[in-house]
């Protein structure tokens, strides 16, 4: 992408010097953004723009071109990429709009943009985008009206209005960017490629992206699961109304929130919720280094009230306030006034100035009994708001702890915060915002050293497909009957209760005469699909006469139900459901049956567990992860819900069969696998005892 | 409180010309801040200060004197007390610290200045405060550097530094306060009598406190359920280390957190947790009336992405994006673009300009479909910030429904959010903020609308107390026996399973032989205090021979337990659990067992339910509430846990006897209400079947 971020010559098509227009926007921002390289206008109109030699079409340009920006109405752009294309031209940034986001005909349009690119040299970023800025290359290209400082964060956004506000934020804030891209509609170059690219690029130690859709999720959390630069993402869409309106915003459908939160859990990425929280997290991971922060925190404050304020915020999200040594205790009583407090919080009292507060710093820095020093600030009389800013500021420079700063106030305060700014060091005004961010960027860390993760997302090896499937691959989702699932769980060996399809009520006899009573009779899976209100399985039948009863009324319902003459129905062993716990395990998967071939396929499968019977709904205990597994994810699936602490042995019970649920949940991995076509699956309930797993009810939908 | 907030006079003692000293800075904010009354230095070397005639003494001034400012040293302040009380001054407000948060000696001195006015006219602020500022009267009788303009806001609080940053984010934000309270150790003068006289007070519309312990929790609470005007309270210690730094810093024992809540709950207490969300909070209801905002909202924006995230925030706070009409559609389509989208929220595209937000505001704002309309904006090309903050600042003042402006950006978007202030209109730079804030002003709302509470807080009425709980009080917490606790049970007539205390085998096997084998023998509560590892209960006895094999082991155990030569034990009528669901119930008291005759004693008893057995710990499922509940209440405490589903019948199951549950729980209430004396009862597990309610296990500590 090096001409794209670093072109030695740009063409502006539609280039205009009416300031009212886009054109004259992308000229002005070129120019004054302080770009090096060739600006080339093109517009058959002029003879100059802004003094730079105008051309009626790129096809007359003399010179060589490395990028074309293009800002004309949208039915012209096809001619222009066509144009740029028969050059040879590397890339073409469209701004204009008008494309996939605005109905069928913009879609036809953008269609043919990419037709026309197909084959050839030419890479397109866009439509419907405000361009690209690159800050080594002192390029905006774009009609941004501000250009970011240098820096070593990259962004890239689907919706052009949120680089706006990041941008307008960052201009106040002094955060530097080496670039900042927005996509538009990612007709041909993506988040993926742009990730790529970042990752290998040294300017680059932080990526953030608003994204709406992923265009190869599984292949973008596959990257940022391995790369060493914390990547934060804006996903919306966890409520109905979001997805929704995405759904009218972009014309495209959203995936399945849970989905795609597992897929961002796994992969590390930093999920944030808010625009303000996006850039709160990337500005405090733009200052620090990985090894210079983490969840024992320190608190210094000239202010009592502020410092417990704080020190809830801190453990409400899950860090922790170290206690102070004796040690550090009697160092920091060497100095500070009698009234202090040298426990942490560290109450420097209302009257410190900038010395007392470096001091106080300094010592606690320089102990390793924290990872963080969170300094609070309030401006009370004795107050040296700018010159404490000054001090910390150069403290965070030379500590290999990480000093972040929350300052309390109004103007008064504006003055310390623009200190830190200067400095390049992330402050906040608000206590909440300051410790959300820090905990959002300490769980990376943590999650990052502790847990190692499956990454071979692309690597999926099933067993042979012995199973024909083919059959119920009708175009829709369609329900298993009971043989094709018997053999499904039977490769896999995933074993079930007793039982046995019975096709008249002297094999339902024989079979009880066989494991004895309590049985149950229920309807097939399949069977039951059709049901409505009618009663589909009869459980705890204790004698003959009962089996018997429960045969003609359950055989007439599903031959009524299902209008088969002669249906056959399940009789099972009853197993006793105080001798077992009750577990829900499922999966769903997020995209095609070609998911795992197919980059814009979707995510994949989700597995889904959790507690089973009547307290899934009461409790919602459930957990979920999308493949693949490897043993240790499969172990954090179990042991992160709150029924596993019954899983366990709460309260002295016998723990139950663990590692045959880790083996029950690698086997539903292998069928997921080896049968890409199962859309969902079902397995309620898993009943699990000190010595046994089984599963009692399975449903697998394929399509 | 007329004669403090609007003094005819004031007397500073310890007034100075030298600005570092905090006498100057009260005398300098009083002449500053415009006070119009009569200002009197006190200082024996001076003749004059700031050309005010200054006087050796209060004694000596010949003027009347309605308030008295002492910012002298710790240990001259008692003096200047006595001659306030000597001299029938109304009001005093003691600056100086050096009091209660400052150890043993502190505290020696600040019982010193309250014996000083006891009895007399003279009422106290502070000690150790920043002093008042009361708008109405133009006084800043503080050492705050700043004055608040002047507003509907009446603000207290405990940390004198809070105040400080407030009084800097309110110049900023020109949000305006009619006062503005330091309260500092609350020696005499306390949060109770500033709410009661803010309450009647026609200036004050909203009121804010910063409170790390309450004076008189019970009564504070009482006065806050009853006020039409919202009540904001911000009192940390949620977490261990904020206890802890709150013991440290004012040298009282927090209370529990729990209990706090559970109260403040019950008050429809506005809490907030930091100091930049008690800002937003105030400034919110600052602006707005009672029937102008609502959970159905609408969103109006220039940016598709931040306004799908803004909807993203909302519904994961509870609040509803509402689905316009196909009239207000239609309306909408009318004037804008056809790009756009009509649906909520309503995409005005990036070009923008303030007459489409205008219009479109209004049109929405003109239906009721909805109650609050959140606008969002960042600062694009044609974005016209200031004007359109015109147009909506306009529009909030004249319609009916609330307006809350969102602008996402920095400088560009200042000039905005200064528009707003301007208006006195609250508007927020981070989506996340503005959605929070309006949130918990909603729920307050909501609850203020539908819930009635019982608001005796103080008009316990208990039955007669026929049983002589005193042998037991013996300054400590001490176990009731047996005996005690089945005559509290029988009095209310709370049901216990079929049990009686036998002092043999042969009236064990007795009581077998009439109600019938499984049957649990165990040790009773008090017995079992003394417990360590030994077996102290035995289930499922299904025959006499294991009935006297238990006898024999568990007689011995508790023998040697107690030091008995011949405990009784206690045989009980096992009942199946399948039959029952498991809950738990207990109460807590927070305070002295005079907490309900007594102001200062404490929050009272807390009441306890949740699932029982295995599942208190899985799952936590508990809910609280303190006392007294009316039947309303002591449904709401059962109908929002989790485990009420299974109570109602989840799953197509038969309800259980929520009626009988309810019962239970207004037999506790009634014992608790009897019996001050109970610091805490357990009763764990309560049985509760579809036609039974038993309390399985009674544990009570009194003292």
Not at 228 to 234: C, G, S
Not at 459 to 488: C, H, M, W
Request: glycine fraction near 8%; aromatic fraction near 6%; proline fraction near 3%.
């Amino acid at each position: 992408m090096e001409k794209l971020f670093n072109p030695k010559s740009i063409a502006v098509v539609g280039a205009s010097a009416d300031k009212q227009k886009i054109g004259a926007a992308v000229m002005l921002n070129l120019i004054n953004g302080g770009y090096q390289g060739k600006i080339i206008p093109i517009n058959p109109k002029r003879e100059k723009i802004f003094d730079f030699r105008c051309y009626a079409s790129l096809l007359v340009v003399p010179d060589e071109i490395d990028l074309v920006v293009v800002a004309v109405p949208a039915n012209a752009v096809l001619e222009v990429v066509k144009q740029t294309v028969a050059k040879e031209i590397p890339y073409i940034i469209v701004i204009s709009a008008g494309f996939a986001e605005n109905g069928d005909e913009g879609k036809a349009r953008e269609l043919a943009l990419l037709e026309a690119i197909a084959g050839s040299k030419t890479r397109l970023l866009g439509p419907n985008c405000l361009g690209v800025a690159s800050s080594a290359a002192q390029m905006n290209a774009s009609f941004a009206a501000q250009m970011p400082a240098s820096g070593n964060i990259a962004f890239l956004s689907q919706s052009g209005a949120f680089n706006t506000a990041m941008l307008d934020m960052a201009a106040q804030a002094k955060l530097g960017f080496a670039y900042f891209v927005s996509v538009g509609n990612m007709a041909d170059i993506n988040e993926i490629e742009l990730l790529k690219y970042w990752e290998r690029d040294e300017q680059v130690e932080v990526v953030g992206m608003y994204l709406e859709e992923f265009s190869g999720a599984r292949e973008l959390m596959a990257i940022a699961q391995n790369s060493r630069k914390p990547v934060v993402i804006l996903h919306p869409g966890d409520s109905q109304s979001a997805q929704a309106a995405i759904a009218s915003h972009t014309g495209s459908l959203a995936g399945g929130a849970m989905t795609a939160n597992a897929a961002m859990q796994k992969a590390n990425v930093i999920k944030v919720s808010d625009v303000t929280e996006m850039f709160n997290v990337l500005s405090m991971l733009s200052w620090i280094g990985m090894d210079d922060f983490g969840e024992r925190i320190a608190i210094v404050t000239n202010a009592g009230g502020p410092g417990i304020v704080a020190t809830d915020l801190i453990e409400a999200h899950g860090m922790r306030i170290v206690e102070l040594s004796g040690q550090v205790q009697e160092k920091l009583r060497e100095f500070l006034p009698g009234a202090s407090s040298v426990h942490n919080p560290v109450d420097l009292l209302g009257d410190a100035r900038a010395d007392r507060y470096g001091q106080a710093i300094e010592l606690l820095t320089d102990s390793d009994e924290m990872d963080t020093v969170i300094v609070v600030l309030t401006p009370q009389y004795m107050t040296e708001v700018e010159e404490t800013a000054e001090v910390i500021a150069k403290l965070a420079q030379t500590s290999n702890k990480y000093i972040l700063p929350l300052f309390l106030g109004g103007e008064k305060i504006d003055e310390g915060i623009a200190v830190f700014h200067k400095h390049g060091l992330a402050a906040f005004k608000s206590l909440a915002e300051g410790v959300q961010a820090l905990s959002k960027i300490v769980e990376w860390k943590e999650r990052r050293l502790q847990t190692k993760y499956d990454m071979a997302f692309d690597k999926f090896v099933g067993l042979e497909r012995t199973i024909d499937l083919n059959e119920y691959l009708t175009g829709g989702s369609v329900t298993l009957p009971y043989f094709a699932v018997e053999q499904l769980m039977q490769q896999v060996g995933i074993r079930q209760p007793k039982e046995r399809l019975v096709g008249s009520r002297e094999e339902a006899l024989q079979f009880a005469a066989e494991e004895n009573f309590p049985v149950v009779l229920k309807a097939t899976a399949d069977q039951i699909i059709h049901k409505t209100d009618d009663k589909a399985i009869y459980l705890n039948i204790m004698s003959e006469s009962e089996l018997s009863v429960a045969y003609e009324l359950l055989f007439e319902t599903v031959a009524k139900l299902t209008k088969q003459s002669a249906p056959r129905l399940l009789i099972q062993k009853q197993l006793q459901a105080k001798d077992y716990l009750e577990l829900l395990l499922g999966a769903n998967r997020s995209g095609s049956s070609r998911v795992y071939e197919e980059r814009e396929a979707g995510f994949g499968h989700l597995i889904v567990f959790g507690h089973g019977g009547i307290y899934t709904e009461v409790y919602k205990d459930i957990n979920s992860a999308i493949l693949p597994l490897n043993h240790a994810e499969i172990e954090q699936l179990i042991t992160t819900t709150k029924v596993f602490q019954i899983i366990d042995g709460a309260r002295a019970q016998m723990p139950l069969a663990q590692h045959l649920l880790i083996e029950l949940i690698g086997k539903v991995q292998l069928l997921l696998m080896t049968y890409p076509e199962i859309i969902s699956l079902d397995i309620n309930p898993v009943f699990l005892s000190t010595t046994d797993c089984l599963a009692m009810d399975v449903k697998i939908f394929v399509g």
